[in-house]
């Protein structure tokens, strides 16, 4: 172990030390952002820092269950990534499927996939489904895989869902606007019947959401991380949680 090895262990144990996990969040969402550029700054090809990336996964959710963290959100593909070339977009989707078959075959983390089913290919449809039905008992850690997510699409679905829902009931389109308010469609989308996250974080130092969890996040904390997502180390996530217990959450009050 070199010196920089040494340091980094004792700060990391001190900031775990000093944190406070109840009152740490209990639903975070990861916006798992820099896989490309890490790679090519170690001189390495895009599909070496997804492949990176991916194997921080596991890590990650190790650190989430060591602080009470009972919901993850990860955001692995949205629905602009489907418009990459196919030369991107094919060993992507494969590097994605290796890693929901990694977290199912972990057996205790409960695997759940939020995004728009229809738009991905019929293989990578057939590995969601199976985690989820692989891992629908687990006890542990319930992990949302969002694959082919936009926050747009996710309210669009929602609020075609909700007027399927009302049509089959015989519902005029009066009557449903006339009762319709923000619990109605938050019923209908891809995380029912979750808490709403607390915490949102973004690696590679880019400071915007992309659409992710546009509803779900009206009241969440962000926390902006500078470091490529692969690089992410126990320390960063260690920080964003004692960042996140100092913040005197309002609601709007």
């Not at 629905?79 to 199912?104: F, K, M």
Request: hydrophobic residues 40%.
């Amino acid at each position: 172990m070199n010196l920089r090895d040494l340091v980094y262990g004792l700060y990391s144990r001190r900031v775990e030390r000093r944190l406070d996990v109840a009152q740490g969040p209990k639903h975070i969402g990861v916006i798992l952002d820099g896989n490309r550029r890490w790679a090519k700054a170690a001189g390495g090809t895009p599909a070496e820092g997804h492949r990176a990336g991916a194997d921080k996964i596991a890590e990650m959710l190790g650190w989430c269950e060591e602080t009470g963290v009972e919901v993850v959100t990860l955001w692995l593909l949205s629905t602009d990534n489907l418009d990459r070339e196919p030369s991107q977009l094919v060993p992507l989707l494969g590097i994605i499927e290796d890693a929901v078959r990694e977290l199912a075959a972990n057996g205790n983390w409960r695997v759940h996939h939020v995004g728009t089913m229809d738009l991905l290919p019929a293989q990578t449809q057939s590995v969601l489904k199976e985690a989820e039905q692989a891992t629908h008992h687990a006890q542990g850690i319930l992990v949302n895989v969002a694959v082919g997510y936009g926050g747009r699409q996710e309210i669009a679905d929602a609020v075609r869902s909700l007027l399927h829902e009302h049509a089959g009931r015989g519902t005029s389109i009066e009557d449903l606007a006339e009762i319709l308010d923000v619990e109605h469609i938050a019923e209908h989308l891809y995380t029912r019947g979750q808490p709403d996250p607390d915490l949102v974080i973004r690696t590679s130092g880019e400071q915007r959401l992309s659409g992710f969890m546009l509803w779900q996040s009206a009241h969440s904390e962000y926390y902006f991380c500078e470091v490529f997502w692969p690089a992410f180390r126990k320390v960063d996530f260690l920080r964003a949680l004692r960042d996140y217990a100092a913040r005197h959450r309002r609601y709007g009050a």
